[in-house]
């Protein structure tokens, strides 16, 4: 199960993706008061096609890539515990640092909290896997519905952004806005991303096992064959999740109704666009070049935060506040493509990403203790 185009291409959109959910919230506070014209439109496309699928994508490219980390060790007669264990212990480091020091929703944390529950399901087998992965949809259903109760008044009772300081004021000050923030944040990451992400854990580590990213695989056919019914099945499902963000759906039960229907909405979508991509990875030469940033998705993923932060906060260009949705979608990608271009300079000269080899170095500990070193 080695590295492939359609791994890091899969990353990479999914970085796009990303950066265009993420920004809106490095922009500005949130608030229950819906833009108008043409911004009004993009938050709607935004909710449409992009929000809580994306992570979706990186999920799944999570688990498996923990199935290749464990044939790894295996391979290298290394314990796949001890190894996973110490990697999971650095991601939660790297995602205190990016929670404290570049973006209060941070999911690096989150991802090394669940993997725990990955490393335990490790040797499950697939009928126990399939099981979590739905029983995680059900959960998610059940977790948007709770947040979707709670978000509003939380919203409401918020006080105000400072009028100096926070992340109008410099480096020191946006910290200490992060670090008040930080725990309703990973309340919010916790409910809104937490199911969901382990259902896609358990997909891509289900996905490894059966071979599914194969050239070739029956299982991939099936649901490439599928993929007219995952698109236009997702669109529609996920259609009714931003009608009831727009408030279409009024206030009431079936607001909330179609908020947490999200948690099966997005990975409807999230399937059609793993399908499309893939299909772009193995059709389209250029594939190659747009996937490069997938090969070090993880310093990608801060890099995008800390670039935003340089635009947005006080100690760069201060435009916190300042921005609405359309110029949100448009810095997004402005990100996408600054972060493109420092990882394919990066890669030029190093096989790694500064992260990805820092938190190799620390899992490999594991390796140098076992060995008595």
């Known amino acids: 199960m080695a590295r492939t185009t359609d791994i890091d291409l899969l990353r990479s959109i999914a970085l796009i993706g990303i950066a265009v ?34 992570f979706i994508l990186f999920s799944f490219v999570f688990g498996w890539g923990f199935a290749v980390q464990i044939a790894s060790a295996e391979r290298a007669g290394q314990s796949a515990t001890a190894r996973l264990s110490l990697r999971l212990v650095g991601l939660g480091l790297l995602g205190i640092a990016h929670g404290l020091l570049v ?80 725990p309703s944040a990973f309340v919010f990451i916790l409910l809104f991303n937490g199911p969901v992400t382990f259902a896609a854990f358990t997909a891509g580590l289900l996905a490894a096992r059966l071979g599914v990213m194969k050239p070739g695989s029956p299982i991939h056919a099936r649901f490439d064959r599928a993929l007219p019914w995952f698109l236009s099945v997702g669109l529609a499902l996920n259609g009714v999740y931003a009608a009831a963000m727009a408030g279409l759906l009024g206030e009431g039960l079936g607001a909330l109704a179609g908020f947490a229907l999200l948690a099966l909405a997005a990975p409807t979508l999230s399937i059609a666009y793993l399908l499309l991509i893939i299909r772009a990875a193995r059709r389209w030469q250029a594939a190659d070049v747009i996937a490069r940033p997938g090969r070090m998705s993880l310093t990608c993923y801060v890099l995008e935060g800390v670039l935003a932060g340089l635009v947005f906060n006080g100690y760069g260009l201060g435009l916190y506040g300042t921005v609405g949705a359309m ?20 890669l030029r000269a190093f096989q790694d990403g500064p992260l990805e080899a820092i938190l190799r170095w620390w899992t490999r500990l594991a390796d140098r203790r076992a060995d008595g070193r």
């Not at 739905?134 to 059940?142: I, K, M, N």
């Not at 110029?327 to 990066?346: D, N, Y």
């Open 21 to 54: 959910v993420n920004i809106p919230f490095l922009a500005s506070p949130p608030t229950l008061v819906r833009p108008a014209g043409v911004d009004a439109v993009v938050q709607v496309l935004v909710e449409w096609l992009f929000q809580g699928k994306f």
């Open 103 to 182: 973006f209060a929703g941070d999911i690096l944390l989150l991802y090394a909290l669940l993997g725990v529950g990955l490393l335990l399901l490790r040797k499950a087998s697939q009928t126990v896997l399939l099981g979590v992965m739905v029983g995680s949809l059900v959960l998610g259903v059940v977790s948007l519905a709770l947040l979707g109760a709670i978000l509003p008044e939380h919203l409401a009772s918020m006080p105000p952004p400072p009028a100096t300081g926070g992340y109008q004021g410099s480096l020191a000050d946006s910290i200490q806005q992060r670090m008040g923030e930080w």
């Open 327 to 346: 110029g949100c979608l448009l810095i997004a990608f402005g990100v996408a493509a600054v972060t493109h271009l420092a990882a394919t300079a990066w």
